[in-house]
């Protein structure tokens, strides 16, 4: 008795190809480290908060629903031709997520002006970007970053 190798049997092995292609497409996504969302905090919000405050005084950054373990560095870039202009941060240490995906920074304080805050480093630790989040410091006379303490 032979092998059966009809329409039908090539039919289902295509389908098993193709799902199992979709599954794998999903899992690359997923391990990607593009997951999630920063946030930025204006001082005294408590902590995981999921909402953003678009201008703020001294300030961090949370994050929520990253990948366990991702972690990074942090820049900050002036973003916008409006005055004040701001000035662009050093570089800072991003924690590694918890188990749920959520990391607090320290406090920040900057220079008034507008800025982009942009998370390095996806699930596989490479040096790429992750996540971003625009908003405006909208007081402040100092001319350069300075740590406002620890969260």
Known sequence: MGVR????????GSVIAVVGLVWLVGAS???AGNNGTLK???YGTPDGTPNNDPKVCSFNV?????????????KFTVQGGDSPRGVDSPTYYAPAADA??????MYFMA???HYKATLYGKADLTDVKAKSKVFKV?????TDWTNAGET
Do not use: K
Request: hydrophobic share 30%; glycine share 22%; proline share 10%.
């Open 62 to 74: 949370e994050a929520f629903g990253l990948d366990p373990g991702q972690g990074g560095y942090l």
């Open 5 to 12: 190798s009809g329409p039908a049997i090539r039919r289902v």
């Open 29 to 31: 996504a997923v391990l």
């Open 138 to 142: 909208t007081c402040g006379e100092g």
């Open 111 to 113: 220079p008034p002006g």
């Open 100 to 105: 749920d995906g959520y990391f607090s920074t």
């Open 40 to 42: 930025i905090h204006e």
